[in-house]
């Protein structure tokens, strides 16, 4: 069993939507939870970093962490033509020596 | 805009060649990883290091070496590509302590 799961997509949506996109986890002892952006050649960027349980909302961007369901979302409010990307979900334990990623999500917003 | 550097992106080479993939980073940073990327695959880990002298492989068995002699030098070695190594390689780095990854551009390799 894989120890992240990610919504496969691929997602397409036009422009203005709400976008959710999910991962699931199987080690409890994940305590960080990342978002990455990865444009079309391009490295995964950094977009939202959360530690434990919670909210954490960044412009229109918003991660949620659900440790008892090991589960975490990323919602995209009004999005954009530039939103359009692959998403990767990524965790870590305390030590934050070795990291965790998902297979990715891509999203294609149409203007 | 990212401070971890890649050369070459691009490389096409033939079969029995060695590369080696450039990583440098002007962070301070004490860990550096190297990653594999394949479509609709997760990351895999090839190696990483805590500092320098200090190497270790991933959880993907490789054929690839690293060497870690300054901090902010990281290069990753195929002493002879196949057509299996044809993939996106992607190096990052990490504070010491800190839990997330600066990821630099890639390096697409096509091993002909």
């Known amino acids: 069993q894989k120890e992240v799961e990610q919504d496969p997509g691929p997602l397409s949506v036009p422009e203005g939507a709400i976008v959710s996109l999910n991962c699931t986890y199987s080690?409890?002892?994940?305590?960080?939870f990342m978002w990455y952006r990865q444009y079309s050649r391009k490295g995964p960027e950094l977009l939202m970093y959360t530690y434990s349980s919670g909210n954490k909302e960044d412009g229109r961007f918003t991660a949620q962490v659900d440790k008892s369901s090991k589960y975490i979302s990323l919602f995209i409010r009004d999005s954009q033509p530039s939103d359009s990307a692959t998403y990767l979900c990524?965790?870590?334990?305390?030590?934050?020596?070795?990291?965790?990623f998902g297979t990715g999500t891509s999203l294609t917003v149409i203007p | 805009e990212a401070d971890i550097y890649q050369t070459p992106r691009y490389l096409v080479i033939g079969t029995g060649k060695k590369i080696t993939l450039e990583c440098s980073q002007t962070?301070?940073?004490?860990?550096m990883y190297w990653y594999q990327q394949d479509p609709g695959m997760e990351l895999h880990l090839i190696h990483y290091s805590y500092g320098v002298n200090s190497t270790e492989k991933g959880d993907l068995s490789s054929e690839s070496t690293v060497s870690r002699i300054r901090t902010e030098h990281f290069p990753l070695t195929l002493e002879s590509a196949r057509p299996s190594h044809t993939s996106q390689y992607l190096c990052?780095?990490?504070?010491?302590?800190?839990?997330?990854?600066?990821f630099g551009a890639g390096s697409r390799l096509t091993v002909l």
């Open positions: 962070m301070g940073h004490d860990k």
């Open positions: 080690n409890s002892a994940f305590q960080y």
């Open positions: 990524a965790m870590s334990k305390i030590t934050g020596n070795q990291f965790y």
């Open positions: 990052a780095s990490s504070q010491l302590g800190a839990n997330v990854l600066t």
